[in-house]
């Protein structure tokens, strides 16, 4: 049955061999699908609604508005939107080739001509038109084109993948650059109290209450936090300077923090999400075009097997005022005879390079299904993390209230108080440690799904 079509399709082909140039080229444009190519300008980042309303979720300004920037300046962005302008140009090139190319020329001749004994040179200029054309019997043009498209698909993803990847790392520096902030106002205050009981130990140590190890190690401790205030202090400056750069700003120590950590609002999120979603991944998107480009290579490589119709012209103005066009149309066609086995083995190559896209497509999406679910588990286990030291923070304060009400009643010493103002410093610390580690990952569940996570139903 397929070797009939072949020959059927071939005796139409044949019928239509002595048409004029302009009826080959339309019926062989007509014979062809048209592959969309949409332009450039519609693949800029996209932030579908989702994602709006993810980074909405927590109550930021200033990350809405950085988010904003790195749109606009971000570099590796504007690297990933140039390759998608490079990739829609290619297209346009190859679609370019379902059209004639025509050409247009002075054409310049010298004769001479004798006349009674004497010799008379004439030169003689006309326009002269050429045409040449390949129909496109079996698709194989059509497949290239198909090639080209997918690839340009494959390129609006990766924009999306840096889009989605720019925006998790911004958030993430950016709630870091938070947490420092914090973590720096609560280690002064934790110096602070450790130089007012070393000051109290030395005047005990005068007295002859404390001993002169209490007071040394009291000091390893002031400078232990004075060391790690500094190291605090320089991860702070560090972490504003790659916000800026992630924003695309050219002044990197011009960002002002405008919040707390603590006032940033966590999105509650549902503990079950859709794998449905993973089919928007980028990763997974980027290795379905790729089974599409091996189908549409092993389709063109299969064309390369029939014979191919070229039809040219070459057109003068003596030929139009003469009437004379049918005889200067040409066409030729032209098929494999022998190639050693070179056209089939192309084939094999295509298919085996289809297959293994097919098994890598399945080896993605396998990846990204233990990726998501892994995200989820660390999710959920560091939400409980938050929770507990959310707990024991509260314990630390209230026994800082009991101790600071011990104090003034004269019923506790201030070594007591200092005690217990030290353990709510660490308890705080700790719990500004457990929500940053709680952001990254949400963070990451945010980046795994390349897309807002689902939330719990309100009722």
């Known amino acids: 049955m ?100 025509i050409g247009a020329g002075i054409r310049s001749s010298r004769n001479s001509v004798s006349t009674d004994g004497s010799s008379v040179d004439t030169n ?60 720096i106002a609560l280690a002064e205050t934790a110096l602070s109290a450790s130089r007012e009981l070393h000051e109290l130990l030395v005047l005990k140590e005068e007295i002859g209450v404390a001993t002169e190890v209490e007071v040394a190690q009291q000091w390893n401790l002031v400078l232990a936090q004075s060391a790690s205030l500094e190291r605090l202090q320089r991860d702070f400056t560090a972490r504003k300077r790659a916000v800026a750069l992630l924003a695309g700003r050219s002044e990197l120590d011009s960002l002002e923090t405008a919040q707390g950590f603590s006032a940033i609002e966590f999105p509650s999120v549902s503990p079950e999400q859709s794998l449905a979603m993973l089919e928007g991944r980028p990763d997974v998107r980027l290795a379905a075009h790729a089974v599409e480009i091996g189908e549409a290579n092993l389709d063109h490589a299969k064309a390369l097997r029939w014979p191919q119709l070229n039809l040219s012209a070459d057109i003068t103005l003596d030929d139009l005022s003469g009437g004379d066009l049918v005889s200067n149309l040409l066409a030729g066609l032209t098929a494999p005879v022998f190639q050693g086995g070179r056209i089939q083995g192309q084939i094999d190559v295509a298919k085996a390079e289809t297959r ?58 201030f070594l007591v108080l200092l005690d217990a103002q030290r353990s709510l410093v660490d308890a705080r610390m700790q719990e500004s440690e457990a929500r940053l580690k709680y952001a990254r990952a949400l963070l990451n569940l945010f980046r795994v799904l390349a897309a807002a996570p689902e939330f719990p139903q309100v009722d």
């Open 356 to 413: 293994i896209r097919g098994i890598q497509y399945e080896q993605i999406f396998t990846f990204a299904t233990e990726e998501v679910l892994n995200a989820l588990t660390a999710q959920g286990s560091l939400q409980r993390s938050l929770e507990i030291s959310r707990k024991s923070l509260a314990t630390s304060d209230s026994l800082f209230q009991n101790a600071k009400v011990q104090y003034d009643l004269g019923a506790a010493d």
């Open 124 to 183: 003689m200029n006309t326009l002269g038109i050429d045409a040449s054309y390949s129909v496109d019997l079996w698709g194989a043009r059509a497949a290239r084109e198909k090639v080209e498209a997918f690839r340009l698909a494959q390129q609006r993803e990766n924009l999306r993948e840096v889009s989605l990847q720019l925006q998790a790392d911004l958030a993430e520096r950016y709630f870091e650059t938070l947490a420092l902030r914090d973590q």
């Open 2 to 101: 397929k070797e009939q079509a072949i020959l059927t399709r071939t005796k139409m082909h044949g019928m239509r061999f002595g048409l004029v140039f302009s009826l080959a080229i339309a019926l062989g444009a007509c014979a062809q699908q048209p592959v969309e190519t949409p332009p450039a300008e519609q693949a800029v980042i996209a932030l579908e609604p989702g994602h709006n309303d993810w980074w909405q979720q927590f109550e930021s300004p200033q990350l809405l508005t950085l988010l904003a920037e790195a749109t606009d300046s971000n570099r590796d962005l504007g690297i990933a939107r140039e390759r998608l302008a490079q990739a829609n140009a290619q297209l346009r090139v190859n679609v370019a080739d379902k059209y004639p190319g």
